[in-house]
């Protein structure tokens, strides 16, 4: 019975990491926030960048951190220059000057505005609070992306006051994701 229980946990996980990551909008992690506090990752891209592209298919399809996503954070997906609306600590965010014609480059939502997003891709972190923790812009590898995932989900950055300090926990830090 016990085989079969673990044998039934692992092929679930599996098919969890197989799925990919449990994108939601930001409103829906906002709102499941509310029930079981995590941190929320968003991926601010647009759909014209390459890099984003590349952190799509290399990055976010890597099981480790499909699965280290999908258990420790709300995980965002948030078209940077798109037209959705969206409520975010009573305030709404649109994108008043959104050209539907446009194939490329757009005006820049109002939400990308408050985050400050000003490269893509841009990725976002905030605590379980909703607050701003930081921006993290540009393209990373899945262990890139795991130092800086595993740092904010176990508060460590907020003990890490100078580039020094960061520097000393960036290589102590042990990787586990396969790349």
Same mark, same amino acid.
């Not at 909008?25 to 991926?43: G, R, Y």
């Not at 984003?52 to 999908?70: G, H």
């Not at 000057?97 to 990308?112: C, I, Q, T």
């Not at 590898?141 to 000393?168: A, G, H, R, V």
């Given at each position: ?53 590349? %952190? #799509?298919?290399? =990055?976010?399809?890597?099981?480790? *951190?499909?699965? /280290?996503?999908?258990? $420790? ?52 972190? %905030? #605590?379980?609070? =909703?607050?701003?923790?930081?921006? *993290?812009?540009? /393209?990373?590898?899945? $262990? ?36």
């Amino acid at each position: 019975m016990k085989k079969i229980l673990i044998l039934t946990i692992t092929l679930f996980s599996l098919s969890i990491s197989a799925q990919g990551i449990n994108w939601m909008s930001f409103e829906e992690a906002v709102k499941a926030q509310k029930i079981t506090p995590k941190k929320i990752f968003v991926d601010a891209y647009t759909i014209w960048c390459g890099p984003c592209k590349l %952190l #799509d298919k290399n =990055t976010f399809s890597n099981p480790d *951190l499909v699965a /280290y996503m999908n258990e $420790n954070y709300y995980a965002v997906k948030f078209n940077a220059e798109g037209n959705d609306t969206v409520n975010f600590k009573d305030k709404t965010y649109t994108n008043p000057g959104f050209n539907p014609e446009s194939k490329g480059r757009n005006s820049v939502h109002e939400l990308a505005l408050f985050f400050g997003v000003r490269a893509y891709p841009t990725m976002l972190f %905030l #605590d379980e609070q =909703t607050n701003f923790i930081t921006p *993290l812009t540009g /393209y990373r590898t899945p $262990n890139q992306l795991e130092l800086y995932l595993k740092m904010f989900k176990s508060d460590d950055y907020k003990n890490l006051k100078t580039q020094e300090e960061f520097n000393t926990y960036s290589s102590n830090f042990k990787y586990e994701f396969k790349e």
